[in-house]
């Protein structure tokens, strides 16, 4: 069977970790192909609640093989702190394998990420300060130092030196802070090395062998398609492409290999950080939805901004990925609201627009256009049949694939795993 990816389809928090869980019950492996540990996935099962930053959702399922793939950067520090956490909790950890070309996250990105942040103001991005942004700029660069140096300790320490050699020069030159030693990197990565050398495996090879014998591989996207570094609402964007190309890219795999894509939508819009949101509720409306779905950031922790499903942009979204089904999450968090609105399109300088304009301070101008549908006052979250749920319920599921161009085939009406509807099974 080819794969099939789950990918975010707003701006990030839409779930995936919850889907991928869900659907990695019958998956022979489970893959993480961008990001770092600016993403967190919340998934509550039998052992407990988990926010899981590196090690893909699939690793609570037994029989799933977890990969961290090329695609993706590593703070090894927290790396093996999910690692204790999960074993800690019974969960085996021997399935999980780290791609060799994974970059890393070195203490001097955490530092200049901070720094980088603090010098732009009110302009600032809103990172999440993990040190991502700048070890993909590394990466790209030709500066970076993937899993697979840890291996060479004296090649190692020679890259080391040429590249901190540069950073000390930003660090003390520019921001005019003490420069980092480079003896106590060198001894610091040396021993995340030895510890990491029994997970680290070429493992785009991994993942081929499990597509060539026909097994269920899950590729496990990070924050979301609104995010993407060139259709996401740029500046405000991630580091590295959460697009369903971004899986190919980040695994070593050919689209031709991918058979589904999940698109994961949330039932209302959230996003963390600054940029453009047209659909923002208003504050006391968004103060009822954050506070019963407890939406805070499950990296920083911090307040997630409310708003409107957005159906505007959620086409591009279907546009850039080609979704096959979707996933939409969190359909209980309305069962309290006596109407709930849906952006349909946008109005800008007296036109209506269908998509989004790809400059983020015009779409900031852009006014939403809604159509209000009434809600239904009900609790969902012991439902599991489409059938059963309240006849506004399926209006509105209805409605939004209308307007996406795409069929739901699952809704999530709570957090644990039985807390869904399967509309349409595509496994």
Sequence with gaps: MPAIAVIGAQWGDEGKGRVVDLLAEKAHMVVRFSGGN??????????????????????????????????????????FEEIEELQKSGVDTQRLFISDRAHLIMPYHILLDGLEEDSKGSKAIGTTRRGVGPAFVDKI????????????????????????ERKNAILTKIYGIQPLSLKEIHESYCNYGERMAPYIQQTEFLV??????????????????LLDPDFGT??????????AGGACLGLG???????????????????????????EMDKETAHVIREKAREYGATTGRPRRCGWFDSTVGRLSVLVNGFTSVALTRMDVLDILPSIKVCT???????????????????????????????????????????????EARRYVRKIEELLGCQVDLITVGPKRNEMISVRSFL
Excluded at 42 to 52: A, D, K, P, S, Y
Excluded at 208 to 225: N, T
Excluded at 359 to 387: A, D, M, V
């Design 38 to 79: 600016n993403a967190g996935h919340t998934v509550i099962n039998q052992h407990g609640e988990f926010r899981l930053h590196l090690v893909p959702a699939g690793i609570f399922r037994p029989q799933a093989t977890c990969i961290i793939g090329n695609g993706v950067v590593i703070d090894p520090a927290v790396l």
């Design 345 to 391: 399109s946008y109005r800008l300088e007296g036109k209506t627009l269908q998509q989004p304009p790809s400059n983020s301070s015009t779409l900031g101008k852009c006014e939403p256009l809604y159509e209000e549908l009434p809600g239904w006052q009900s609790p969902t979250g012991h439902i599991r049949r489409f059938r059963d749920l309240p006849l």
């Design 234 to 243: 740029y500046p405000y964007v991630t580091s590295s492409s959460p697009l």
């Design 253 to 279: 795999i050919t689209p031709m290999q991918i058979r589904h894509i999940i698109g994961v939508f949330k039932a209302y819009t959230t996003r963390v950080g600054s940029g453009p949101m047209p659909t």
């Design 208 to 225: 081929r062998e499990a597509l060539e014998v026909d097994k269920l591989v899950l590729l496990e996207g990070a924050q979301g398609s």
């Design 141 to 164: 660069a030709r500066l970076g130092i993937r899993t697979g140096d840890l291996l060479d300790k004296e090649a190692f320490r020679q890259r080391l030196a040429f590249v901190l």
